[in-house]
């Protein structure tokens, strides 16, 4: 029997093996993952090919960005259906087209900004839009930064420095939008998700997270709800307690839990369990698509065991199938 994850209005089926890749592919490290309005998935992995789209299904349809990604990280798709691909490699957001044109490049590649520095970029993490079409960026491993740019990358202001005071931060993990123009970031290593408005000025936070790492809005214009991938412990002191992660949390516009799927019992690659949900999406019906890079996790959770095959093969991305009853 699959696994249900949730309870009461948010109870999810877990679909296994649901990616159905040609023969010796395989999706390695699955860092993001969009649904376009077709509820066509894209699945942003650091593989041989960046990036595979499946049909809701998991047939697989197409590939591209080989030769052109140089590891992949973040993945946001606009109500026109462009995706804008943030590498964290090479220290740029690219918008491409459905099949792979590129369309915009903001940044240099394979030229960082210095450590720290406050520039854009060194090791940018995800993207999100204003409903002016603006592009924020999360900035990301080399700083501590949310970058705002026109729609054609012209870059119009930055916020944030390194620190635990609010509206500074300590790994920016992940960036999200809601149709008001609320900025929320996944500000990881200070366990938060931090809420800004469009100018970048501090509002709020939400606490109660673990190492918060994916961030997805959804659920309509007026009473958004937030899925929340959380990593699970990072150190070995702490890394066979119970409640920590990995784990989906579903939280309201006020950042209230209103849901939680898995993390009790730690990582594992059981159905059901996590390894490190790094990137969100959801389709047309409401199923949730898992991005997961437990190939680099592995070791951070699993350090004396050897990693099996199928992590490789097929366990970097889950599809969460919402029960209708």
Same mark, same amino acid.
């Given at each position: 029997m699959p696994a249900i994850l949730g309870s009461g209005e948010h109870r999810y089926r877990v679909v296994d093996n649901f990616a159905k890749l040609p023969d010796g592919w395989q999706l390695t490290d699955v860092a993001s993952v969009a649904?376009?309005?077709?509820? @066509?998935?894209?699945?942003?992995?650091?593989?041989?090919? =960046?990036? +595979?789209?499946?049909? @809701?299904? %998991?047939?697989?349809? $197409? *590939?591209?960005g080989e030769g052109l990604f140089s590891r992949a990280h973040g993945l946001h798709i606009d109500a026109d259906d462009n995706l804008y691909c943030t590498d964290d490699g090479d220290h740029t957001v690219r918008k491409c087209t459905t099949d792979g044109k590129v369309l915009l490049t903001i940044g240099i590649p394979e030229k960082p900004a210095?450590?720290? *520095?406050?520039? /854009?970029?060194? @090791?940018?993490?995800?993207?999100?839009?204003?409903?002016? !079409?603006?592009?924020?960026? *999360?900035d990301g491993y080399g700083n501590a930064r949310v970058h705002k740019?026109? /729609?054609? %990358?012209?870059?119009?202001? *930055?916020? %944030?420095? =390194?620190?635990?005071? /609010? !509206?500074?931060?300590?790994? +920016?993990?992940?960036? &999200?939008?809601? &149709?008001? %123009?609320?900025?929320y970031v996944a500000d990881r290593e200070n366990h938060r998700v931090q809420v800004f408005n469009g100018e970048g000025k501090y509002e709020t936070q939400w606490n109660n997270l673990h190492r918060p790492c994916a961030l997805c809005c959804c659920g309509g214009t007026k009473s958004p709800t937030f899925v929340i991938g959380e990593l699970g412990p990072g150190f070995a002191i702490n890394r066979n307690v119970r409640n920590l992660g990995p784990r989906l949390s579903i939280v309201d516009a006020k950042g209230k839990r209103i849901a939680r799927l898995g993390?009790?019992?730690?990582?594992?690659?059981?159905?059901?369990?996590?390894?490190? =949900?790094?990137?969100?999406?959801?389709?047309? $019906?409401g199923d949730i698509y898992v991005g997961e890079v437990g190939v680099t996790n592995w070791d951070t959770s699993f350090p004396d065991e050897e990693m099996p095959a199928a992590v490789r093969a097929t366990r970097c991305l889950q599809k969460l199938e919402r029960v209708r009853e």
């Open positions: 649904v376009d309005s077709k509820d @066509r998935v894209y699945v942003f992995n650091r593989g041989a090919h =960046p990036m +595979v789209v499946l049909d @809701r299904d %998991g047939s697989f349809l $197409r *590939s591209w210095p450590f720290m *520095s406050g520039d /854009p970029f060194h @090791r940018c993490t995800h993207t999100a839009l204003s409903p002016k !079409g603006e592009i924020y960026v *999360s740019f026109t /729609p054609d %990358g012209k870059l119009l202001k *930055s916020w %944030g420095e =390194p620190g635990t005071d /609010p !509206g500074q931060f300590n790994i +920016v993990h992940n960036i &999200a939008t809601d &149709a008001d %123009g609320w900025v993390g009790e019992e730690g990582p594992g690659v059981a159905s059901g369990k996590f390894l490190a =949900p790094h990137g969100i999406a959801l389709d047309s $019906r």
